[in-house]
């Protein structure tokens, strides 16, 4: 019985340090519910109330916020299966018309977070303090170095990568034709409900109480027919530089992989799936984050993990993103010229067994420059089985399919790592 109570007390502990929710601490968490559960207080417009009250989604109950954010036409398919019965309303899809807003309206006016209040939002750019490692991929010991890292911060930079400097600029110029188009423009290609790719919202919007200052667009697969829909006699360009990063991406994302399995120690009949394109989870995410009239109290990208195995990420020199670390709280990424930003995914954590972070992030906005970034997320096919490569101790984690994983993620919100975690013994 006390052993029993102990295991109780172990994974009790084992979630509540899961769940910590990084934005705000509960106590003073759960009077902001209360505050921003008066629909007066997150939604300016009538209509926007009336939304919020139609809208079946309870969100202040989100603890570990996620991001859905993977994979091709069959992991589109899923998604769309993942959200059938918690289809987005239309206010969780559709962004802001920034290019008219000169205000901040309160419905993405954010509270305060008290870890912000030793790391001052205001300071997000300061040089000081820790950073993440920069690796180079050429160093000798590139592949120590990225173990390091990713049990350290379960992010790093990487240059030397190999991605030439022509496709870096060609898919930032294409992402700022996309969200330089006119609104109309922008939301013929809008995302659905149920879907995956398009534009709109982040897709974690609906877990927050506030709307993030930020358009998105997610490709999965070919982006033409959404393409088509925006630029209908000049779409070819932009799905060309899409399908070129993504294959560019990928080939660096299966160096990684290869380079941190081998780290692992893990089989080759346990990584032969990195080359079984093309059933791999992988997709593009084109952000944009407009300047912003008070960015101290706006939010870019709300804190989240990737579902993914590893994430490869190009930002333009516009910092904002950030990275959180125990006893540092909220840490810059400030961007290096022709150095991407590579996260551990949810993905990757399971697979060694908690050895490596999946990093929690999120993005500040600024007043004077724009932010454009594009991530490109990777992981094993969908009926791949996640469960821990390597074992030194006990498995963490039971085994379940990377579809079942992003189910659990889709339906519970946050907190699906502690769903799918083991009793200790
Ligand atoms: O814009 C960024 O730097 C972060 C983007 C991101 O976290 C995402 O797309 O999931």
Redesign the pocket.
Known sequence: MCQLREKEKTNRQLREKENTNFLIPVVKRKKRERELAQPHATFSTRKELKMKQESAFTIYGANQHF?L?SCNFEMATTLSEAYRDNPLHLHHIIPLDFSSIRTLPDSHAWPQSEDDDDNNKDNYDNDDGPCIPIIDLMDPNAIELIGLACEQWGAFQLKNHGIPLNVMEEVEEEAKRLFNLPVNRKLKALRSGGGATGYGR?RISPFFPKHMW?E?FTIMGSSCDDAKKMWPNDYARFCNTMDNYQNQMKMLAEKLTNMIFNLLGVSEEQKAWINTFPQLCEAV?L?F?PCCPEPNRAM??AP?T?TSLL?I?H?NQTN??QIFKEGAGWVP?HPHPHTL?V?TGDILHILSNSRFRCAL???MVNGLRQ???M?Y?YGPPMDYVLSPLVLHSLPLFRSLSVKEYIGIKAKNLGGALNLIRMLQN
């Open positions: 991001h954010a982040a930020h998105g995410q952000n984050y870019g990208l989240h990737d994430t990420l930002q904002g993103l990424v930003v996260h992030h999120r993005v932010r454009y970034s991530a997320f």
